[in-house]
């Protein structure tokens, strides 16, 4: 069997990498140190149709299969992961209104996301509450026609300018999803700054205070929240958490290439230091073995294969323990400079370790990595 992209897939990456050598990666460093992302480099994005990436093309989006969705990730993510962030979120959001949003939600919301009209944000995570998804403290009342919202939200990537949230409560007890808008009554927006990694990505903390919203704003049904709509959306996100680490590893080699081709100790350039080679084997292996492991992911999602949701798990477990070991060795490769601001591998060591949090933390992943390794491979009391 031969794992070759196909010509389209090839062209859409060569594009992909020819923007964000252009548009991102200039201005990524100090995005980073300004903890803000331009409007302006926003609607360049949405321009491009990559924030309506995985929205049908009669929708209004670019129909993207999920190697090029992949692609896409990857490159943004070699230059910015704050920025792939926002394509991360926008595009759970997206996908959760697609699969389970009402007729009007998706004719009124889809286009907009897909053009870039409005940016979404997904509304998950609380101050008490994070890897136990299901246990949101968050409430939802009804009441006549309106559902009354309370409760805080945390962690908001891109919260800070999105136009409406996928907000997470409970509501008589059972887990359901609700659309938010940003200008509705209760609703406050607090930034967050001063974090590790991603710190473009414009973090915020909502205070859902009485937030009264229609009933047309319910998403699925009541009680479906977090098996339904919250695990799909779930499911893209750490597909295009995995795809950003290769991002990030990548971007980490191809730096650690270029340093050590031109930095000399002893008299010796480093890239002929057997220790350096060591550490360049290690991450050229691990790079393309962990971007096998998406293509897997990717191609299982593409036929609509069941098992796509594991392998994504083992995608974004390998992928992002990975970016981290290779993005630790840059900032050692490239020594007091890697440490300074002035060098983009300690953007992307404080990023990857970002990536072993969010979508699914790295122990997350081994417990439920470990339990399908159980069921598909135990063996039964008669074999030995």
């Known amino acids: 069997m031969q794992i070759e992209l196909t010509p389209q897939q090839k062209e859409a990456k060569a594009k992909f990498r020819a923007f964000t050598d252009e548009e991102i990666v200039p201005d990524a460093d100090r995005a980073d140190q300004e903890e803000r992302t331009s409007r302006e480099l926003i609607q360049r994005i949405a321009q491009q149709g990559y924030l309506g990436a995985i929205v049908p093309k009669e929708r209004g989006g670019s129909g993207m299969d999920m190697i090029i969705y992949g692609l896409l990730n990857?490159?943004?993510?070699?230059?910015?992961?704050?920025?792939?962030?926002?394509?991360?979120?926008?595009?759970?959001?997206?996908?959760?209104i697609l699969k389970w949003g009402s007729k009007f939600q998706k004719e009124?919301?889809?286009?907009?996301?897909?053009?870039?009209?409005?940016?979404?944000?997904?509304g998950l995570s609380e101050p008490n509450?994070?890897?136990?998804?299901?246990?949101?403290?968050?409430?939802?009342?009804?009441?006549?026609?309106?559902?009354?919202?309370?409760?805080?939200?945390?962690?908001?990537t891109y919260g800070q300018i999105a136009d409406i949230f996928l907000i997470f409560a409970h509501c008589e007890g059972k887990p359901t999803a609700f659309l938010v808008e940003k200008n509705t009554p209760g609703l406050l927006v607090k930034p967050i700054f001063g974090m590790l990694g991603t710190r473009a990505s414009m973090l915020a903390e909502l205070h859902l205070n009485n937030c009264r919203i229609?009933?047309?704003?319910?998403?699925c049904k009541e009680g479906?929240?977090?098996?339904?709509?919250?695990?799909?959306?779930?499911?893209?996100?750490?597909?295009?958490?995995?795809?950003?680490?290769?991002?990030?590893?990548?971007?980490c080699l191809e730096a650690c290439i270029r340093y050590t081709s031109q930095r000399k100790q002893f008299d010796v350039y480093l890239k002929d230091h057997q220790l350096i080679r060591q550490m360049v084997t290690e991450a050229i292996a691990n790079v393309k073995a962990a971007r096998l492991l998406c293509y897997q992911a990717g191609y299982l999602k593409?036929?609509?294969?069941?098992?796509?949701?594991?392998?994504?798990?083992i995608a974004k477990y390998f992928?992002?323990?990975?970016?981290?070991?290779?993005?630790?060795?840059a900032?050692?490769?490239?020594?007091?400079?890697?440490?300074?601001?002035?060098?983009?591998?300690?953007?992307?060591?404080?990023?990857?370790?970002i990536m072993e949090i969010i979508e699914g933390s790295t122990q997350i992943q081994q417990i439920t990595i470990a339990e399908y390794g159980y069921q598909q491979y135990m063996f039964s009391p008669t074999q030995t």
Not at 108 to 121: D, L, M, R, T, V
Not at 140 to 146: G, Q, R
């Open 129 to 156: 509450v994070g890897s136990n998804a299901k246990k949101v403290e968050t409430t939802a009342t009804l009441s006549e026609e309106f559902y009354v919202l309370n409760g805080q939200k945390k962690w908001i």
């Open 74 to 96: 990857e490159e943004m993510g070699r230059g910015c992961s704050s920025l792939r962030s926002l394509l991360t979120v926008h595009s759970m959001v997206t996908h959760a």
């Open 319 to 329: 992928a992002s323990t990975t970016a981290t070991k290779i993005a630790s060795d």
């Open 214 to 219: 229609p009933r047309e704003n319910l998403v």
């Open 224 to 251: 479906f929240g977090f098996s339904h709509v919250a695990s799909c959306a779930l499911d893209y996100g750490r597909y295009s958490v995995a795809w950003g680490c290769i991002g990030i590893a990548q971007a």
């Open 331 to 353: 900032v050692q490769i490239h020594g007091g400079h890697g440490c300074s601001s002035e060098c983009s591998v300690q953007r992307y060591f404080r990023d990857a370790k």
């Open 302 to 313: 593409d036929i609509g294969d069941s098992k796509s949701i594991m392998e994504t798990s």
């Open 108 to 122: 009124h919301w889809i286009p907009k996301f897909a053009s870039g009209e409005a940016i979404a944000a997904f």
